[in-house]
Nanobody
Framework: QVQLVESGGGLVQAGDSLRLSCAVSGRTFGSGVMGWFRQSPGKDREFLAAIIWSGDRTWYADSVKGRFTISRDSANNTVVLQMNSLKPEDTAVYSC??????????????????WGQGTQVTVSS
């Protein structure tokens, strides 16, 4: 089992920055992939970014490329999503997840088998 706990959400104004953290505990997973998603009411879960735990490769959604940065702190078993230039349309619940073995695409939420509880991000105009 793997446990994921997000933190760092909150209420900010447009143009501000937030740093989300995902603490990973439980069974170690070596060179797995971790991803960040978000979901707002009435919308599907949206892929944002993913990173190979070794840090060798990252993926980003076009909607956040250049504004969001994913990274990992291996010493503290944490995956971080740095979000800059936030917009009101970034308002959502943000969740981190661990990809399942044998995944095909890191961009699909169906390829992830462990999820955190999520943290709310609200951006006011």
């Amino acid at each position: 089992q793997v446990q994921l706990v997000e933190s760092g959400g909150g209420l900010v104004q447009a143009g501000d920055s937030l740093r989300l953290s995902c603490a990973v505990s439980g069974r170690t997973f070596g060179s797995g992939v971790m991803g960040w998603f978000r979901q707002s009411p009435g919308k599907d879960r949206e892929f944002l970014a993913a990173i190979i735990w070794s840090g060798d490769r990252t993926w980003y959604a076009d909607s956040v490329k250049g504004r969001f940065t994913i990274s990992r702190d291996s010493a503290n078993n944490t995956v971080v999503l740095q979000m800059n230039s936030l917009k009101p349309e970034d308002t959502a619940v943000y969740s981190c997840a661990k990809v399942r073995p044998g995944y095909v695409s890191v961009r699909s939420p169906y390829e992830y088998d462990y999820w955190g509880q999520g943290t709310q991000v609200t951006v006011s105009s």
